[in-house]
């Protein structure tokens, strides 16, 4: 491909400059903000505002200061319903993803005389199954028999069409990722939500590999209940505190675990052994807000404001379809094959590009200044992430690959992966 694309493309791009709104390294090409976003500058200031509240207020922050933290929660989980079309009380900044998916199990799957089984698939994220698998223990149900995970066809991808006919009788819960964390696969929700209500089976999604990259109308769609962490797309930094979402018609159900950070604001400290539940999402809070690991997400949700996720939608499906172009006429003849839907309505946010050798690639991509993602068993995720990603930048990541496998500089490395991958 010749550079002049590359330059058009930067050049009519309306978010190009919110670039220079994140910590980048001169000739590193960050490609992995599908695992771990990069620091903002906007972040990192919240992050210390929040900290010279502390310094400033000591235990009076949780009411005064820039970013008083008793609600703090809850102003994060409106600045964040947007994103995935909730109205502003159907989400709250909790929890892990891990945590909030066991508070989502233990609320919502509530087992029958006919209805004991929990749907999901075999290309999930593993955390979600450990903790279906959990939930199911702790009530006596025997995983392997209750557990039921819908097959792959190829190893990549889920059909829809697989997933509706596994909505038996016998299932209570469905629980899904929105995108498949390998292949980059998009699952229409809205389908498979009206699919699953037909059938009166309630349905969560996992949207850890969406938020931030792909809309969402999760209120208009009537989508149960859904978890997420803000690391990745979101930017919030490493081990952020996590978010749900619960549908308004669920409020008032009693959550699967109180705790005290669940209560109406206006009565938890009156200190009652009596839990009197918020009536929002925030009901399904556990503990203490982690304030400063949440901190970052302030400014964060900032840029998100500005740039629009209409807009970062676009921008995404142009640098992931420029870069599968590239794929296709600079790399032929190496052995790469693209694993993920090339249908726009069908893919997320990342290329899903496959190699028998693909954990020494990555790792000769990283001595080139390129940071992938391995996946086993042959996965190399590579994220374009739009607010800080520029066709140039997938210009040259292609290119520098191209030199990579023309050189075979990939041999020196063991086909093993990392410990962290």
């Not at 319903?81 to 919502?108: C, K, R, W």
């Not at 090339?342 to 693909?358: N, T």
């Not at 992430?385 to 520098?400: G, N, Q």
Request: with cysteine.
């Amino acid at each position: 491909m010749d550079k002049e694309k590359w330059k058009e493309l930067d050049s009519k791009d309306p978010l190009h400059h919110l670039k220079s709104e994140f910590y980048t390294h001169q000739n590193v090409l960050y490609l992995d903000g599908n695992s771990l976003g990069l620091l903002s500058k906007r972040a990192e200031k919240t992050l210390m505002e929040s900290l010279k509240d502390w310094r400033d207020f000591g235990i009076d922050g949780w009411m005064n200061g820039k970013h008083p933290w008793f609600t703090l929660s809850e102003a994060l989980g409106e600045k964040i319903a947007p994103l995935i079309g909730a109205y502003h009380d159907e989400v709250i900044v909790t929890g892990s993803t891990t945590g909030n998916l066991h508070q989502m199990a233990s609320t919502f799957f509530k087992p029958s005389a006919t209805r004991k089984k929990i749907l999901a698939d075999e290309l999930t994220f593993p955390s979600d199954i450990y903790a279906l698998k959990s939930q199911l223990s702790m009530l006596d149900l025997n995983p392997g028999q209750h557990l039921i995970r819908v097959k792959s066809r190829d190893g990549r991808l889920i059909e829809e069409e697989d997933i509706i006919d596994a909505m038996t009788d016998e299932i209570a819960l469905i629980v899904l990722p929105s995108v498949l964390y390998r292949s980059g696969q998009l699952l229409d929700i809205k389908r498979l939500t009206e699919e699953a209500h037909q059938r009166g089976i309630l349905i969560g999604f996992d949207l850890c590999h969406s938020i931030g990259a792909v809309p969402h109308q999760l209120s208009e769609w009537e989508v149960d209940f859904a978890f997420w962490c803000n690391y990745k797309y979101l930017n919030a930094g490493p081990g952020s505190v996590a978010g749900l979402y619960v549908n308004r018609k669920h409020f008032g159900k009693e959550p699967g675990l109180a705790g005290w950070f669940g209560s109406n604001k206006e009565k938890q400290f009156d200190m009652d052994h009596d839990f009197i539940a918020a009536e929002s999402a925030g009901a399904y809070q556990i503990g203490t807000p982690h304030v400063l690991s949440m901190a970052p997400l302030i400014g964060s949700l900032e840029i998100f404001a500005e740039a629009g996720m209409d807009r970062l939608r676009e921008k995404s499906l142009k640098l992931t379809n420029y870069m599968m172009e590239l794929i296709e006429t600079e790399l032929s003849g190496f052995g790469f094959s693209i694993g993920n839907p090339k249908d726009d309505d069908r893919r997320g946010g990342h290329v899903c590009l496959e190699h028998e050798e693909a954990a020494r690639i990555c790792k000769s991509l990283k001595e080139n200044g390129i940071v992938p993602d391995f996946r086993a068993p042959n996965v190399i995720r590579l994220a374009p992430v739009a607010l800080y990603t520029s066709f140039e930048d997938v210009h040259s990541a292609v290119h520098r690959l191209k030199k990579i496998m023309k050189e075979k500089q990939y041999e020196k490395f063991s086909n093993v992966r990392e410990v962290i991958a």
